[in-house]
């Protein structure tokens, strides 16, 4: 059913995930216009494997469980953002910093981690007399912990397996070079190892709390969802439960890595396994970057432009 996937249905897919139908919004744009050579990663290395992989999706809802258990960074989601009334616009800004600083330019990724670090500065107040800041480098490397924990762990569990091509060692390689996307915008202290990536996260098991029961059903079932959509997401979020680090587990109300869910990850595995069929082998993220670097055709929309 996915190969014949209806063109609406895919603009439909890249609209959420990147705010324009055509899955190229300027900032897309901007991946292939701005600098001419490689960036922070090394093309076709690990990061731009694991970031162009559609377990991406997974693991955004795994970060998202994670990150919420740390009471500061819920309150600075919570009091600075329209997440409830707008979530797909949050998504594709969350993208946004993903995917630029991924696959764009050394050029372009630097300016996009002012941008950040510009949006940033806003974010700071109080909650239950704790006063937090979105530029802390201890908030921004619990952050940073989270995501990467939670995409590593989805790309192991339902991407593409990635050992016969960077052999087995590619997960400390992931952790020890994303970090840099994280330095950039301000954080220390960061792992460069699976192993210390699991000690830095149990570290933080003090400071958490129980994640509210409304954030956890807004990430079981948020709104705006079409009927196939919340069913191809139900199957997402369910492997997404199963794939929360041991450590935060607990507070984030969900099974966990190791405690099952054999049945949920295969369910995902087998959505996503079709998705890439109806959607293609790369990103418009990555197509971009590729016909930068001469790697690759240019995409459609540089066609559109060009006329």
Do not use: N
Request: charged share 20%.
């Amino acid at each position: 059913m996915l190969t014949s996937l209806p063109e609406a249905a895919r603009e439909a897919f890249r609209a959420r995930v990147s705010g324009d139908p055509t899955g190229a919004p300027e900032w897309v744009r901007d991946i292939a216009r701005v600098g001419t050579g490689p960036g922070w990663f090394e093309p076709d290395g690990v990061v731009w494997r694991v970031h162009g992989d559609l377990s991406t999706l997974v693991g955004g809802v795994v970060a998202l469980l994670g990150q919420a258990a740390h009471p500061l960074a819920l309150a600075g989601v919570q009091q600075h953002s329209a997440y409830r009334e707008d979530p797909w616009k949050r998504l594709a800004g969350t993208a946004r910093w993903l995917v630029v600083s991924t696959f764009g330019s050394v050029e372009l990724a630097e300016r996009e981690a002012g941008r950040v670090r510009g949006m940033h500065q806003t974010v700071r107040g109080r909650v239950r007399g704790r006063g937090y800041s979105a530029s802390d480098p201890v908030l921004l490397r619990w952050v940073h912990l989270a995501f990467t924990d939670a995409f590593l762990a989805a790309q192991q569990a339902v991407g593409t397996d990635l050992t016969a091509r960077f052999g087995r060692g590619w997960p400390d390689v992931y952790v020890r070079e994303w970090a840099r996307s994280a330095r950039e915008l301000g954080a220390t202290d960061l792992p460069g190892s699976t192993a210390e990536l699991a000690e830095a996260l149990a570290a933080y098991r003090p400071q958490l709390a129980p994640v509210p029961d409304a954030m956890r059903e807004f990430l079981a079932a948020p709104p705006g969802l079409s009927a196939p959509e919340r069913l191809f997401y139900r199957g997402l979020s369910g492997a997404a439960a199963h794939l929360v680090s041991p450590a935060l587990a607990g507070c984030a109300g969900a099974p966990g890595r190791g405690r099952g869910g054999a049945p949920q990850i295969a369910v995902a595995r087998a959505q996503l396994r079709g998705l890439r069929l109806a959607l293609g082998p790369h990103s418009p993220s990555e197509e971009a970057a590729r016909w930068r670097l001469g790697l690759g055709p240019a995409p459609a929309w540089a066609d559109d432009a060009a006329a």
